[in-house]
């Protein structure tokens, strides 16, 4: 069974302040994806990443998948209120497909005004 | 275009009853997801199916089923309900590989007492 870790679990910030989340994994990676999820809602897709090394911004939000294809990081420029909500990490592993998406515990994170 | 619509919202069962949740995805999207949701275990999948055909399954025991219909939409079904079973049940659907983007609908909330 493969496992996708998120750090930290847990992250409250003042709103302006810079942030980065974590995805991690022991596996290789044949693609991986961020969703944000916000209560009583579900998951909303932010960005998929493919190429190791590969950098895609979405506005003040910069994802990076790693050169190895195990590990991604998602950073967050001036956090604002309308940025709160669980971050989710999902991979679909190198020879997979049987089992669907992997997805990660996600980070809650909450920024406050 | 549409978004994933769930129904219903939200159930309240009693322990040994079963329920039905149902789902219709994004028009032209032949792939429907479902995942169990739950604050200790984060997102976990169920099953997939694809052209009314099971095509991938998670680690669940047999109580949990579903069916997917000619147009698409998809049902699925727990049979002697568990208070475990508490959770959100999330439905996505998904165009073709490589990349299995998932859209999710908003959930079906359901809770056994």
């Known amino acids: 069974t493969q496992l996708l870790e998120q750090s930290p679990q847990f992250l409250s910030i003042q709103e302006g302040e810079n942030l980065t989340v974590y995805c991690n994994s022991s596996?290789?990676?044949?693609?991986l994806q961020w969703y944000r999820q916000e209560p009583g809602e579900g998951p909303v897709l932010l960005v998929t990443?493919?190429?190791?090394?590969e950098v895609k911004k979405l506005k003040r939000l910069t994802f990076q998948f790693g050169d190895a294809r195990k590990d991604s990081s998602l950073h967050i420029t001036a956090a604002q209120p309308g940025d709160t909500g669980l971050y989710l990490c999902?991979?679909?592993?190198?020879?997979?497909?049987?089992?669907?998406?992997?997805f990660g515990k996600g980070t809650h994170l909450i920024i406050q005004p | 275009k549409a978004g994933v619509t769930q129904t219903p919202r939200y159930l309240i069962k009693t322990r040994g009853q079963q329920v039905t949740l149902s789902c219709s995805p994004i028009?032209?999207?032949?792939?429907v997801s479902w995942y169990q949701q739950t604050p200790g275990q984060g997102l976990q999948f169920l099953f997939e199916?694809?052209?009314?055909?099971?095509?991938n399954k998670g680690n669940f025991p047999g109580r949990f089923s579903g069916r997917q219909f000619s147009n698409s939409r998809s049902e699925m079904n727990v049979s002697t309900l568990e208070l475990g079973d508490s959770a959100l049940y999330l439905c996505?659907?998904?165009?073709?590989?490589?990349?299995?983007?998932?859209?999710f609908g908003p959930g079906t909330r359901l809770t056994v007492t």
């Open positions: 999902a991979g679909l592993f190198s020879g997979g497909g049987a089992d669907g998406l992997t």
């Open positions: 596996s290789v990676f044949s693609s």
């Open positions: 990443v493919v190429t190791g090394g």
């Open positions: 996505a659907s998904s165009l073709e590989p490589p990349t299995y983007e998932q859209y």
């Open positions: 028009s032209g999207h032949r792939s």
């Open positions: 199916y694809f052209s009314e055909t099971q095509r």
